[in-house]
């Protein structure tokens, strides 16, 4: 069984930081794509930041230049560091993983439970 773990969500002033982590346990072989999508209420999930295996990146134009996604492939962690927080930043954050589990062939998407993320004075 492979399962993600998000952790590090919470309640932040405008201006504040938070780091999301997302770990990938269980029987895996590899990891490709890791990243997080967030969905606020009304809205629809939007992607927030990817890192592929090579640890090439992609942000969403809202949190270029706060937001830094990075990742442990020894820990099978991924993090999103979030600075300059903004209350349109306030959503459930969904973490994902593109994982290939033992004995398999093909790749699969899978995700973690979500947290919230709260910016408000």
Known sequence: QVQLVESGGGLVQPGGSLRLS???S?????INAM????Q??????????????????????SVKGRFTIS?????NTAYLQMNSLKPEDTAVYYCYAVIRPMSQTYYY????????VTVSS
Do not use: H, M
């Not at 209420?41 to 927030?48: A, I, M, Y």
């Not at 990742?71 to 820990?75: H, V």
């Not at 998407?109 to 919230?116: I, L, M, R």
């Open 22 to 24: 997302c770990a990938a």
């Open 26 to 30: 269980g029987s895996i072989f590899s």
């Open 35 to 38: 990243g997080w999508y967030r």
């Open 40 to 61: 606020a209420p009304g809205k629809e999930r939007e992607l927030v930041a990817s890192i592929a295996s090579t640890a090439g990146t992609n942000y969403a134009d």
């Open 71 to 75: 990742r442990d492939n020894a820990k």
């Open 109 to 116: 998407n899978y995700w973690g439970q979500g947290t919230q």
